[in-house]
C-alpha cells in the first residue's frame, strides 16, 4: 500500500502544480471520477471483508486507497477554487479604489464566482462539492475583501459612501454565496 500512498500523493501535487494548464472540463471529471473510486473501494472492501474468513480480514486493508482517492477528490476541489480565484484576482486589488464606488470592481468578481458555481460546476458535481468550492472561495474572497479594506492604501476607510457600498458588497455576497447551504450554515 506504501506505493498506493506515494502514487496517490505525486498526483495530488502534480495537479496542484498544473492546474493551470488543465481543462475545467477534466478537473470536473476527475472530481466525479475520483470519488467514484473512492465509493467503489469502499464498497469493495465491505464486500469483501463480509466474505473474507475472520483470519484473513486482517489482511484486508482498504484505507490507503480510500485516503489516497479522497486527497485526489480535495486536491481537484482545491484546483477549481484557483481556477475562479486566478479569473478574479487582478481585479481583487482595486477594491476601496474610485472603481469600486461605482460598482465597477465587487460586481464582476461576483458574477465571475457565480458564473463558475452555477454554470460550469453546479450541473457536473455533487452539491456537497459545490458548497465545498463555495465555501472556500468565499473565504479567500472575505479574507481578500478584509485584507484590503484595512490596508493602507485605503484613505477614505469610513466615509458614508464607503460604509454604503461595504453593506451593498455584503447583500452581493449573500446573495451569490447564500445559495450554499455551508455558506448559509456558516452565518456570515
Request: aromatic share 10%.
Amino acid at each position: 500500500m506504501l506505493c498506493a500512498q506515494l502514487y496517490f500523493k505525486d498526483q495530488a501535487v502534480a495537479l496542484l502544480s498544473q492546474w493551470k494548464t488543465l481543462e475545467l472540463e477534466y478537473l470536473i471529471a476527475l472530481v466525479n471520477n475520483t470519488d467514484k473510486c473512492c465509493e467503489l473501494t469502499e464498497g469493495l472492501a465491505d464486500r469483501l471483508s463480509a466474505k473474507l474468513p475472520p483470519e484473513l480480514r486482517d489482511n484486508l486493508d482498504m484505507q490507503p486507497a480510500i485516503q489516497g482517492f479522497t486527497q485526489g477528490v480535495n486536491a481537484c476541489l482545491t484546483a477549481l477554487v484557483k481556477v475562479i480565484l486566478y479569473d478574479v484576482n487582478s481585479t481583487m486589488y482595486e477594491l476601496f479604489e474610485a472603481d469600486w464606488l461605482r460598482g465597477q470592481v465587487t460586481e464582476p468578481v461576483l458574477a465571475c464566482a457565480e458564473a463558475y458555481l452555477e454554470d460550469d460546476y453546479r450541473p457536473y458535481l455533487l452539491e456537497p462539492f459545490v458548497n465545498r468550492i463555495s465555501l472556500d472561495c468565499l473565504g479567500v474572497l472575505v479574507y481578500r475583501y478584509s485584507e484590503e479594506m484595512f490596508g493602507a492604501k485605503h484613505q477614505h476607510r469610513f466615509s458614508p459612501d464607503v460604509i454604503a457600498k461595504v453593506r451593498s458588497d455584503v447583500e452581493a455576497i449573500h446573495a451569490v454565496f447564500g445559495k450554499c447551504a455551508y455558506c448559509r450554515a456558516a452565518r456570515y
